[in-house]
């Protein structure tokens, strides 16, 4: 398999961990949707990454697809988002308030980062980051110290996506999470130290 995208995209790396935590075997393609645009586009039309490229050549988009056709094929009884009933809505409701929280992280360092700075309007950033924050409070909320995961009481996709959401706020936009959510921050250390994690941050080796 062939991931394509780099792993400062929050939803590239979701699935680059969500790929080594089943143990499978692939290759990653490093592009980026603003800086390999038209390279992207032969496997996304959009332009937009993840992409994984399947071993028979199908290319799945949206890092939420992608981990659907893993959980099927791959997760089985093991797979990081319940098959069904309460635990199901549970992960993947937290799942999408952590990759929205994600959206409104990149709208806001995209504005920042990719418009003249006398066209950036500050307080289209600030809502957005407001909103990230919020989102990550109400993943703080959920946490309950005595446990070592989010839900569920093991890992699941919803604290795949709280990690990548809460280092997106404190590393993309400078948020001290630190401060404004300890448990979360916690969980989020915890976990960068486990293998799947370690392995896919930005800059290491694979």
Request: aromatic residues 4%; charged residues 25%; hydrophobic residues 40%.
């Amino acid at each position: 398999m062939l991931l394509i995208g780099v792993n400062r995209s929050p939803f590239t790396r979701r699935v680059a961990i969500t790929l080594t935590i089943y143990g499978l075997s692939f290759e990653q393609q490093e592009l980026s949707g603003f800086d390999n645009r038209a390279d992207v586009r032969a496997s996304n039309p959009l332009g937009r990454i993840p992409a994984l490229v399947l071993d028979r050549g199908e290319a799945l988009v949206d890092s939420s697809a992608i981990i659907d056709h893993l959980d099927e094929i791959y997760g089985r009884e093991r797979a990081l988002t319940p098959a069904a009933g309460p635990d199901r809505r549970a992960v993947l409701k937290a799942a999408a308030i952590m990759m929205g929280a994600c959206d409104k992280g990149l709208q806001a360092a995209y504005e920042r980062n990719h418009r003249p700075p006398e066209k950036v309007h500050q307080p289209w950033i600030d809502d957005c980051t407001a909103q990230m924050i919020e989102a990550l409070a109400a993943a703080e909320a959920m946490i309950d110290p005595r446990q070592s995961y989010l839900l569920l009481g093991r890992l699941t996709q919803a604290d795949i996506t709280a990690f990548v959401a809460e280092r997106l706020a404190r590393v993309g936009l400078r948020v001290d999470t630190n401060k404004r959510m300890p448990r979360l921050r916690e969980l989020t250390k915890r976990l960068a130290k486990e293998p799947a994690f370690r392995s896919t941050e930005p800059g290491s080796p694979a």
